[in-house]
């Protein structure tokens, strides 16, 4: 069964590191992972991409170990304007089809 | 940075009705996409469209649903005969490649609310 998980929420504090993970058990081969942001009344934000290991940009990291099953995107130094849901993007192959599924979402509140 | 653009932004329809939800994805891409967002819950892939056919769908996307692009700008989602049920965010989403081994990320518009009364 395709599915991705994650922790329905997560509070933090200003200035901290914060660490989310999607659990993808069933992900396809040759397909990356996305992570996007998203805000109330608006679309889905891109933040990172990554196929494998450690992909770093100006806003986040990405961590993927070997087998793949599982991601994690790390926001350093959050503040509050980072309290938003976030979500991963993974392809699957599933019943002969390929197709995106989007995690079950992640709501980040940043506190003060 | 270029957008990927939706309208309206906001769309009331009776049951049963013809809806039309517009797109103007990112020029250069080549890959297009419509996703729907039921209030609370997570964002669900209804189709993926590439060189004028469809590419992907899920069991979602039925009979009732068809997607188009009627110029070389415009991206299109019909839902006929419309249901209470069909209330929802829909998202337009573009890329420059995309399938199993893309690594080009898809870029989303900020959606059309659709209410069915």
């Known amino acids: 069964l395709a599915k991705t998980t994650q922790p329905i929420s997560m509070d933090s504090y200003e200035g901290q590191e914060v660490n989310i993970t999607c659990s993808h058990n069933n992900i396809a081969t040759n397909d990356y992972i996305t992570w996007y942001q998203q805000f109330p009344s608006q679309g889905p934000r891109f933040i990172i991409q990554?196929?494998?290991t450690k992909v770093t940009n100006e806003v986040a990291s990405l961590f993927i170990p070997a087998d793949r099953k599982s991601s994690t995107l790390s926001l350093p130094r959050v503040s509050l304007s980072d309290t938003a849901v976030y979500y991963c993007l993974v392809g699957f192959h599933t019943s002969g089809t390929y197709k995106y599924i989007f995690g079950t979402g992640t709501r980040l509140k940043v506190l003060a | 940075e270029p957008e990927v653009t939706q309208t309206p932004s906001h769309q009331v329809t009776q049951m049963g009705q013809e809806v039309i939800l517009r797109c103007v994805p990112i020029?250069?891409?080549?890959?297009f996409y419509w996703y729907r967002q039921i209030l609370g819950q997570k964002v669900e892939f209804l189709v993926s469209f590439y060189n004028n056919e469809i590419s992907e769908k899920s069991e979602i996307f039925d009979d009732q649903f068809s997607v188009e692009r009627p110029d070389g700008s415009n991206f299109t989602l019909k839902i006929r005969s419309t249901k209470l049920e069909d209330s929802a965010m829909y998202f337009c989403a573009s890329s420059f490649w995309g399938g199993e081994k893309s690594n080009q990320p898809q870029h989303f518009g900020d959606g059309t609310r659709l209410s069915i009364l």
């Open positions: 990554g196929y494998k």
């Open positions: 020029s250069n891409h080549l890959y």
